[in-house]
């Protein structure tokens, strides 16, 4: 007992992350995101990559565009339709993703904050309890991006669609612009993809 009272209240108090608060917050149940069979660092295959789209100049372009960041070819398109994959799934523009990646982790995956946030997208440790299970690796390529990609999208329902409050959510500096200009700056000016069809 004296246990669970102790973890209850950890979860509770604010968490710094880049300077700001991020706090806790119980998620629905529909952002119950993994069964344990779903826990791997396998990317998504071109197969179930291209169910999404018929689009595959994104993919070329993307990869150009993100060719400094991972050199290696085939990583970084297996990066890239991983990304796809969850944003979409999410309900997000994988551009919008891709923007936050860089400036989450500049794509480093094994990405560490001096908070404790993870991987790519810098999740907290405590969202696992939240909406996924314990014993999940948030350096696994598809189990930290889909965390990501569902924790944004809860907080654009929480705002209603409001991306620059939901980004202020995600970075912990709800009211502020800084971060969510970054996103933005990022996604119009670097990312920006007009033959999207998503």
Same mark, same amino acid.
């Given at each position: 007992?004296?246990?669970?009272?102790?973890?209850?209240?950890?979860? %509770?108090?604010?968490?710094?992350? +880049?300077?700001?608060?991020?706090?806790?917050?119980?998620?629905?149940? +529909?952002?119950?995101?993994?069964?344990?069979?779903?826990?791997?660092?396998?990317?998504?295959?071109?197969?179930?990559?291209?169910?999404?789209?018929?689009?595959?100049?994104?993919?070329?372009?993307? +990869?150009?565009?993100?060719?400094?960041?991972? *050199?290696?070819?085939?990583?970084?398109? +297996?990066?890239?339709?991983?990304?796809?994959?969850?944003?979409?799934?999410?309900?997000?523009?994988?551009? %919008?993703? %891709?923007?936050?990646?860089?400036?989450?982790?500049?794509?480093?995956?094994?990405?560490?904050?001096?908070?404790?946030?993870?991987?790519?997208?810098?999740?907290? *440790?405590?969202?696992?309890?939240?909406?996924?299970?314990?014993?999940?690796?948030?350096?696994? $390529?598809?189990?930290? $991006?889909?965390?990501?990609?569902?924790? %944004?999208?809860?907080?654009?329902?929480?705002?209603?669609?409001?991306?620059?409050?939901?980004?202020?959510?995600?970075?912990?500096?709800?009211?502020?612009?800084?971060?969510?200009?970054?996103?933005?700056?990022?996604?119009?000016?670097?990312?920006?993809?007009?033959?999207?069809?998503?």
């Amino acid at each position: 007992m004296y246990k669970l009272t102790v973890i209850v209240l950890f979860l %509770l108090l604010p968490i710094t992350v +880049s300077g700001n608060t991020q706090r806790y917050e119980l998620l629905i149940n +529909s952002t119950q995101i993994f069964t344990q069979t779903e826990i791997n660092d396998v990317a998504v295959t071109y197969h179930d990559y291209a169910k999404l789209t018929t689009d595959n100049t994104w993919l070329a372009e993307m +990869s150009k565009r993100l060719k400094r960041f991972k *050199p290696n070819q085939h990583e970084r398109e +297996s990066f890239l339709r991983t990304v796809y994959y969850e944003a979409t799934r999410a309900g997000l523009d994988p551009q %919008l993703v %891709l923007s936050m990646i860089q400036v989450e982790s500049g794509f480093r995956k094994y990405a560490i904050s001096h908070a404790g946030a993870r991987g790519y997208m810098q999740i907290m *440790p405590f969202w696992k309890e939240a909406i996924g299970d314990e014993n999940h690796n948030l350096f696994h $390529l598809r189990v930290n $991006l889909r965390y990501g990609c569902m924790i %944004l999208r809860h907080y654009l329902n929480k705002e209603n669609g409001d991306l620059f409050r939901a980004l202020g959510r995600y970075n912990g500096s709800l009211g502020q612009a800084t971060y969510p200009q970054l996103i933005f700056n990022l996604w119009h000016k670097t990312w920006y993809y007009s033959g999207k069809t998503v």
